[in-house]
């Protein structure tokens, strides 16, 4: 079984973008199946980096709400404190 470097299976996919799997194969002496399935696991790569950053932008928005209630909170509390310690003066 040969193992080709990253680098030539990237410029194979390359190319196999360009002008298609079976030319691409057969130029660059791989058989169709090989080349196929290095299209096939870029795809899936492809999709799970997309479906990760829709998550992450998911996780971001909602940290951002919670954040954003806080500090309501925070604000609600320093003036409830300042108005208990006005009566404590009086």
């Known amino acids: ?21 079976k030319k691409a194969a057969s130029q660059l002496g791989l058989r169709y199946n090989t080349l196929s399935d290095w299209r096939k696991q870029r795809k899936i790569k492809q999709s799970s980096e997309k479906s990760g950053d829709a998550e992450t932008t998911r996780r971001i928005k ?3 709400k919670e954040n954003a209630e806080l500090r309501r909170a925070n604000d609600i509390l320093k003036d409830a404190l300042g108005f208990f310690a006005e009566d404590r003066k009086r």
């Open 62 to 64: 909602e940290l951002e």
């Open 1 to 21: 079984m040969t193992r080709y470097n990253k680098e030539f299976k990237e410029q194979a996919l390359k190319l196999s973008d360009e002008i298609g799997i």
